[in-house]
Nanobody, 129 residues
């Protein structure tokens, strides 16, 4: 059974950093483009970043202003999302997703959420003082 599990969420003070992890089981993560999304209750899910199968290309949402970094270690079946200089607007549930044969690069932008096949259950991030 294909499964994605996010971890690393929790509480962080404004200005702090957080590293989220997405681990896969039941399939080979390296075959998939991985994306990160977040959702605030009452709002649409927001695409944050994606990374290509081998990690050679990535793309980020325009609103992130360089504070987010996506990376992957296929040997560990893990993709991480580093969030720096957090602010209260980063409070959300964060999800990772996996999709086959998606276009993910600075020129192509972010795949839409409907293009992804597998989703994790999400991890809550709360930024407050």
């Amino acid at each position: 059974q294909a499964l994605l599990v996010e971890s690393g969420g929790g509480w962080v003070q404004p200005g702090g950093s957080l590293k989220l992890a997405c681990r896969a089981s039941g399939f080979t993560l390296g075959d998939y483009v991985i994306g990160w999304f977040r959702q605030v209750p009452g709002y649409d899910r927001e695409g944050l970043a994606c990374i290509s199968e081998g990690g050679g290309s990535s793309s980020y949402g325009a609103s992130l202003k360089g504070r987010f970094t996506i990376s992957r270690d296929n040997a560990k079946n893990t993709v991480t999302l580093q969030i720096d200089r957090t602010n209260p607007e980063d409070t959300a549930v964060y999800y990772c997703a996996a999709g086959l044969d998606l276009y993910c690069s600075a020129s192509w932008g972010l795949p839409g959420e409907s293009e992804y096949e597998y989703w994790g259950q999400g991890t809550q991030v709360t930024v407050s003082s």
